[in-house]
């Protein structure tokens, strides 16, 4: 048996006045989703714990089964989705460039996120490339548009704070290290030199004849860097190791791919047109497809950016796209008694208010030959509450994937020297001299 995880990336929300205290998925109209639910066992998923925001690559860290004192940080995942090469012991941040006004001796963000051609985003990184001091050697590397990654080299650490207050009319933020690395070398130094860095990069940056011609024109300069979600490599062990299963991920994005890549789960490429419905079709029919894997991820971002435009209709618009998509899964999939077939959410993410993400639990089903039915008919966060599977919390789905793949290890077992959650493990055959 296999594994097909369909992840709709940000589909749980908020009650809002709007649907009368309904969220976007209750009020959409999902006969797709609806029905899959009523096949099988159900719930709610948290990769953490309740109320916490969770940012995608952790939610998935999490889901795929990894501890979170573990996560090597989002910068390093970024990058090495980007190709940048890292070597160990380097650190790695989300970078922008982007508009500030100095106001009583403070950068405060004017537009965290602004409309820059390629070329004039190109310019103005060429002049904040490179910067070193104390033996610390800085790089600013770009990915997208105002983006990039920036990478820290030389005695370093990654427990320092980010600098990009993220929401617009706040003060940029002072790097300093983690209350309980204060006191350690590299953290104090890190954080200083990166303080230095981001000075510098405003009067570089301010100083360029093309802001001042945006200025003259009448335009917010782009005059300063923010940073945000310092990371380095770290050991981790593979996923197949982990649980037994050959991996693959069928997604789009670079932190996909650098998560996939660090966790040793192959990538299936796939590209990213502007009718989410058909995207996710094509990425339910190649996980289909791939029958050498034993674990198939398969990640729609398209609810998240929705939920992101802060119209809780324009969510539910998206929902009701995607669950048309989902005809191939009842025609195609769940008549295969060999998948499991499981669908959520990496978290939730409000589509009113002014968090990033949010806190609550996600929509949990699993259908296949070893899952109990449920009475659940609806696909949402407050009809799967009653399903079978109640609250299921991180590792837990992986542990319940491995039961419902008929994989799973009688605790206590040993038939290879690391205790591994799965069976047959990773054992020496006895001999006969």
């Not at 797709?32 to 990769?47: V, W």
């Not at 989705?81 to 890292?86: K, R």
């Not at 000075?199 to 940073?227: D, F, M």
């Amino acid at each position: 048996m296999r594994c097909i995880l369909l992840v709709l990336d940000g589909l749980g929300d908020k009650g809002h006045t709007a649907f009368e205290g309904k969220t976007p998925l209750q009020i959409a109209s999902t006969p797709n989703l609806d029905r899959l639910a009523s096949l099988g066992m159900n719930g709610l998923y948290h990769s953490y714990l309740q109320g916490t925001a969770m940012p995608s690559e952790l939610a998935h860290f999490l889901m795929f089964g990894y501890d979170i004192e573990s996560f090597p940080g989002r910068g390093i995942i970024e990058a090495i989705g980007e190709d940048i090469p890292i070597e160990r012991g380097e650190v790695a941040l989300l970078a922008r460039i982007f508009s500030v006004s100095l106001r009583d001796g403070e950068l405060v963000l004017r537009k965290e996120n602004p409309t820059l051609d390629d070329t004039t985003c190109q310019i103005l990184q060429e002049a904040i490339k490179t910067y070193a001091h104390d033996d610390i050697e800085i790089e600013f590397i770009p990915t997208r548009g105002i983006q990039g990654i920036l990478v820290v080299r030389g005695n370093v650490s990654a427990a320092i704070t980010d600098s990009n207050p993220i929401y617009e009319e706040r003060p940029l933020m002072e790097v300093t290290p983690f209350e309980d690395r204060k006191e350690e070398k590299g953290a104090v130094k890190t954080a200083a030199v990166l303080n230095r860095y981001l000075r510098w990069c405003y009067r570089q940056l301010s100083a360029h004849p093309l802001n001042q011609e945006r200025s003259r024109k009448g335009l917010l300069p782009i005059n300063a860097v923010g940073t945000q979600r310092a990371g380095m490599m770290s050991s981790l062990l593979p996923f197949r190791e982990k649980w037994g299963l050959k991996g693959v991920s069928v997604s789009s994005g670079a932190m996909y791919r650098g998560l996939s890549s660090l966790l040793g789960i192959e990538i299936e490429k796939v590209p990213e047109t502007e009718s989410a419905e058909n995207d996710l079709y094509e990425r339910l029919r190649r996980a289909k497809a791939a029958i050498d894997a034993d674990f198939i991820h398969v990640h729609t971002k398209a609810t998240d950016e929705a939920a992101h435009t802060r119209d809780p209709s324009c969510k539910k618009t998206v929902i009701e796209s995607l669950d048309k998509a989902l005809s191939y899964a009842l025609e195609e999939i769940i008549p295969d008694e060999n998948i499991l077939f499981v669908v959520t959410a990496d978290h939730s993410t409000a589509s009113a208010g002014t968090m990033i993400h949010s806190g609550e639990t996600v929509p949990l089903t699993m259908i296949g030959k070893y899952t109990r039915r449920d009475d659940v008919t609806e696909f949402n966060e407050v009809r799967c509450a009653g399903g079978a599977l109640g609250l299921v919390r991180g590792k837990e789905l992986m542990y319940l994937i491995l039961n419902f793949l008929d994989r799973g290890k009688l605790w206590g077992l040993m038939d290879a020297p690391v205790d591994q959650p799965f069976f047959p493990g990773n054992y020496r055959t006895l001999k006969i001299d």
